[in-house]
């Protein structure tokens, strides 16, 4: 089987709309742009605060018990979710948000670049484009993003074993305190 590196692009036949080819592609867009959906309604039942007119008494219980979601999960689903509300408003309104939304890979990235102040509204703007067109492999886009918006460096204490537990629990507290206001 030929590498990704050595694949000649052009020896691709073209690709008939209606063709069982097509179905497939578009079935791949559709689960790739399903996050957008989940996400939307995990941040409904989280602020709603849904979750405990269903017994639960938290949503990262409701998420784990009902959904089989991790807390991470649900944390990197309302975060990107809120990401492309804040930025494409009209996107998040559309009736078919499955089909509109961008590569969760991506919107990650950006979410995470935004949390550490490292985009703003313009630089935004001015990356839009390349987002929303789908020229580029998602794993291409994603990581010209992590260059332009690199995460920080982790501190020399952060990679020790019994640290990262520390700082791993101190994380899930101050979840579970926003959960709880």
């Not at 073209?14 to 957008?36: D, E, I, L, N």
């Not at 935004?124 to 484009?129: E, L």
């Not at 640290?163 to 507290?173: E, N, P, Q, Y």
Request: charged share 30%; glycine share 4%.
């Amino acid at each position: 089987m030929p590498s990704v590196e050595t694949f000649d692009k052009s020896r691709v036949t073209p690709m008939t709309a209606g063709s069982f080819r097509h179905t497939v592609q578009q079935a791949c867009k559709r689960y790739k742009a399903a996050w957008a959906e989940l996400g939307k309604l995990l941040l409904q039942v989280r602020n709603q605060a849904l979750f405990q007119e269903w017994g639960y008494p938290d949503f990262y219980t409701y998420c784990a018990n009902e959904l089989s979601i991790r807390r991470q999960t649900a944390d990197k689903l309302t975060r990107n979710f809120a990401f492309l509300d804040k930025y494409e408003p009209e996107v998040v309104k559309a009736p078919d948000i499955v089909q509109a939304a961008p590569p969760f890979e991506v919107v990650e990235v950006l979410a995470q670049a935004e949390e550490r102040g490292q985009l703003s509204a313009q630089e935004y703007k001015s990356i839009r484009d390349s987002i929303w067109n789908n020229e580029k492999p998602v794993s291409e886009m994603r990581r010209e993003l992590v260059e332009r918006f690199p995460p920080p460096e982790p501190t020399p204490l952060e990679g020790k074993p019994a640290i990262r537990r520390v700082l791993s629990l101190a994380k899930k507290l101050v979840g579970e305190m926003h959960s709880t206001n």
